[in-house]
C-alpha cells in the first residue's frame, strides 16, 4: 500500500486544519491506519488511529479531544481533524498503515511522506 499525506500548513493558534492520508494499493477499509507527529529533535509519536472495523483509539495526552480520526472508504482516504491548535502541535505528520500493535512504530509497514503543520501568529 502507498500513503500520500496532505493538508498542512501555517494556522495561526487556536486555528483548524484536516489532515488527508490517500491510500493506494489497498483498500482502507482493511488496513489499521494511524497518524503519528515529529517535532525537530523529538521522537515519532503516536496520535491517533482507525482499524479496519472502523474503531478509533487516541493518545489522549497528545489529542486531549481536539483531534478526531475518521475514514472514507469511498474515497480511500483516512483523515485527521485538527482543532484547537497551538504552538506545541508544530510538527510534520504523518500517517501509516500497519498491524495490531496501533500504538508501536515496528508495527507499521507503510509511511505517508509526512505534511508540515506550523502553527503560529
Known amino acids: 500500500v502507498q500513503l500520500q499525506a496532505s493538508g498542512g500548513g501555517l494556522v495561526q493558534p487556536g486555528g483548524s486544519l484536516r489532515l488527508s492520508c490517500a491510500a493506494s494499493?489497498?483498500?482502507?477499509?482493511?488496513?489499521?491506519v494511524a497518524w503519528f507527529r515529529q517535532a525537530p529533535g523529538k521522537e515519532r509519536d503516536f496520535l491517533a488511529a482507525i482499524v479496519w472495523t472502523g474503531r478509533s483509539t487516541y493518545d489522549s495526552d497528545s489529542v486531549k479531544g481536539r483531534f478526531t480520526i475518521s475514514r472514507d472508504n469511498a474515497r480511500n482516504t483516512v483523515y485527521l481533524q485538527l482543532n484547537s491548535l497551538t504552538p506545541e502541535d508544530t510538527a510534520v505528520y504523518y500517517c501509516?498503515?500497519?498491524?495490531?500493535?496501533?500504538?508501536?512504530?515496528?508495527?507499521?509497514?507503510?509511511w505517508g511522506q509526512g505534511t508540515q503543520v506550523t502553527v503560529s501568529s
Open positions: 494499493g489497498r483498500t482502507v477499509s482493511d488496513l489499521n
Open positions: 501509516a498503515a500497519g498491524g495490531p500493535l496501533i500504538r508501536h512504530l515496528d508495527n507499521y509497514f507503510s
